[in-house]
């Protein structure tokens, strides 16, 4: 009997079954009217129209096998013929990523328009190739959203451009010129000016390099227990630090690190510690690297961008991507829902 036996192992086998496309012919009918004599012919199948045969499900997986995973054309080709049974040319890859183009950058548009309207703008950007020429790539995000662009610039026109004359209350970025100026305040990286403090000291510094540095560290430190201390205790902590660091700032280091330093932090002493009371802006502008990592990992993969459209789709796919996930989707979900969004879903 069955309850004279006793259970004593469960486990999961987990397995994939042979993966097929699945190809649907359609067939469309024409014909005369007896009555009037007009001709007549059955429209399309939604979502089936002539032209491609490749649908929506394939385009998502092409552009995140490329985008994400950083598939060059010949790989990928290569893969959908003995993975998943579909024979395509790299010609085809191409014309499938071109016809992607359009929906991804309206989306990323509408990502664009959601940084623009934030009170807090973080940017970074590093370098891209794009037909063999060195080109940008600049993100600029905020808490709920992450956009791409790269470009042939590396100047402050760029974020100009992209704000279309709106003005957040904070910028937060590293000592590059070009991403000063465009907020009513300013946040500096501190990650970056430790990073510099070490170098002073590395090159000889004891006057000014090592007590920043820890002037620096005692920031961070008040900083990580924002959430937990009052505002008037946060107003307190910001005007000691402002005080200490204008102390140091009278000394003059004997060696030429420190003095570049020192000359450094003068410049933009009012930046430094604006975190400390605004508990919505972070201290580092590591949000804004992490963003950028994974592009720098395609660019060595790939090599470089083939054409200027290449370049526009890229950035628009990792912007929808990148905003996607900090929205709980997976890259393919984010990509699905910009190439084929579900009709039973009313737009934002």
């Given at each position: ?8 192992h469960?486990y ?77 040319s790299?010609?085809?890859?191409a ?39 060195t ?16 470009t ?25 010129g070009?991403q000063n ?26 006057v ?8 620096l ?48 932090v003068?410049?933009?002493?009012n ?16 949000g ?54 579900d009709p ?5």
């Open positions: 009997m069955a309850a004279d036996q006793q259970d004593f469960a999961d086998h987990i397995d994939l079954p042979p993966i097929r496309p699945v190809v649907t012919r359609i067939h469309r009918h024409r014909g005369t009217c007896p009555c009037c004599a007009r001709g007549f012919q059955a429209p399309a199948p939604e979502g089936m129209a002539p032209g491609s045969p490749f649908g929506p499900g394939i385009v998502a997986l092409i552009l995140h096998l490329h985008i994400t995973q950083a598939i060059g054309f010949e790989r990928l080709v290569k893969l959908m013929d003995e993975v998943f049974g579909i024979i395509l790299e010609g085809a890859v014309n499938i990523l071109a016809r992607a183009e359009a929906p991804m950058i309206i989306a990323a548009e509408t990502i664009a328009q959601e940084v623009r309207a934030a009170k807090v703008v973080a940017s970074d950007e590093t370098s891209a190739r794009v037909k063999g020429k080109w940008w790539q600049w993100v600029m995000h905020c808490s709920t959203a992450i956009y791409h662009v790269i042939d610039s590396r100047g402050a026109k760029v974020v100009t451009g992209f704000l279309q004359g709106a003005t957040p209350e904070v910028w937060v970025a590293d000592r590059y070009a100026g465009h907020a009513l305040e300013r946040q500096l990286c501190l990650a970056h000016l430790l990073r510099d403090a070490q170098y002073a000291i590395d090159e000889g510094d004891t000014f390099a090592p007590p920043f540095k820890a002037l560290l005692r920031a961070v430190a008040i900083g990580r227990r924002r959430e937990t201390l009052k505002d008037s205790t946060l107003i307190q902590y910001r005007a000691d630090l402002e005080r200490r660091l204008t102390s140091l700032l009278q000394s003059t280091p004997a060696t030429a690190a420190g003095r570049k330093l020192v000359k450094g003068k410049k933009c002493r930046d430094l510690f604006l975190f400390v009371v605004r508990r919505d802006v972070p201290y580092t502008n590591n804004s690297e992490r963003a950028l990592r994974p592009s720098v990992i395609f660019r060595k993969v790939t090599g470089c961008f083939r054409s200027h459209w290449g370049a526009r789709l890229y950035a628009a796919a990792v912007s929808v991507i990148a905003t996607g996930r900090l929205r709980g989707k997976s890259a393919l979900q984010a990509i699905q829902d910009v190439i084929a969004p039973k879903l009313k737009p934002a």
